[in-house]
């Protein structure tokens, strides 16, 4: 199998690829991304491009299969109709892609954060993505547009991807030196473990499986709470601060310093956990690791433990 990789050089990815040109049904990968991969193989084939580039049509000339990764999940400084551009109207370049060259097996990277907010959710959830959330709003035309354009594609709908090579900021949330304080309204939350997530693309491609497929911990914890406050049992001295004051404290950085800080408090008072029972039952996937795990696997790639 020859298979399309965007986001070659992202945080996913760096985990996926040793895994794809691990296993011998896969005979070449060519990736795209608009910076330089830190991972070399003879069967990996990097090109320097954004998804955008028209180029990605005759690239993709002859392969079987497209995993779909690349996105923009910070806004920073960038633009809303920037960002649109690049998420909607990359991802549309990638698909169109595809179509154009026959391929019908396409894999798209998704996010649980299209649901919004809710409680065991299953794939047949509307989506309802928050409105402070450019990211999952993006997410969910993509899903549409692959949906009508290529009915067999596959959805990988993952939670917050967490471990050794996840972003950087994200990982070093779990160094702050304030738990949250969420009073009586403390929110339901899952991570998953960037090795279960690819686990689940290698089983999706296996399977010839089509449809959306939700991935997450089985655990079920507060981001901002207890999987910041065991920071305290490991030696770390982390004081109690009330929720209240840090969205302020956020809504006013904002003003000033132009940043993402409001939508990450948002994301963090956000209750939502999902069913993976598909998965489990078509798959044959379940996660290996718990949240826990995906935690002190990014401790330890910052040597905080």
Not at 46 to 59: A, G, I, S, Y
Not at 142 to 155: D, F
Not at 244 to 253: D, E, F, K, M, T
Request: glycine share 6%; net charge neutral.
């Amino acid at each position: 199998m020859k298979i399309f990789l965007t986001g070659s050089s992202g945080c996913l990815a760096s985990v996926l690829l040793p895994a794809l040109v691990a296993d011998t049904s896969v005979t070449s990968v060519t990736g795209i991304d608009i910076v330089e991969p830190g991972f070399a193989d003879p069967k990996f084939t990097h090109v320097t491009m954004d998804m955008r580039n028209p180029e990605v049509h005759d690239l993709m000339r002859g392969h079987d299969a497209v995993i779909h990764l690349a996105f923009a999940v910070k806004r920073g400084r960038m633009s809303l109709p920037k960002m649109t551009e690049i998420n909607v109207g990359g991802s549309q370049n990638v698909i169109d892609a595809a179509i154009a060259n026959g391929i019908g097996t396409f894999l798209n990277l998704s996010s649980v954060s299209v649901y919004g907010t809710g409680e065991n959710m299953t794939e047949e959830a509307k989506p309802n993505p928050p409105s402070w959330f450019a990211y999952a709003d993006h997410k969910v035309e993509v899903e549409r547009y692959l949906a009508a354009k290529i009915p067999s594609a596959v959805q990988i709908r993952a939670h917050l991807i967490v471990g050794a090579h996840a972003q950087k900021f994200l990982r070093e949330i779990f160094l702050l030196p304030v738990w949250l304080d969420f009073g009586q309204s403390q929110p339901k939350q899952q991570v998953v473990h960037e090795a279960d997530v690819v686990d689940a693309i290698l089983a999706a491609l296996k399977k010839g499986a089509q449809g959306i497929y939700n991935v997450a911990a089985d655990d079920v914890i507060a981001l901002g709470g207890d999987y910041i406050r065991r920071g305290q049992e490991e030696g770390r001295k982390i004081r109690r601060m009330p929720f209240s004051i840090v969205r302020l404290s956020a809504v006013l950085a904002q003003t000033v310093m132009k940043n993402d800080l409001p939508t990450l408090i948002s994301m963090l008072n956000t209750t939502a956990t999902v069913s993976c029972d598909k998965a489990r039952r078509e798959l044959g996937w379940q996660p290996r690791r718990s949240a826990w795990q995906a935690r002190t696997d990014a401790l330890r790639s910052l040597d905080a433990i």
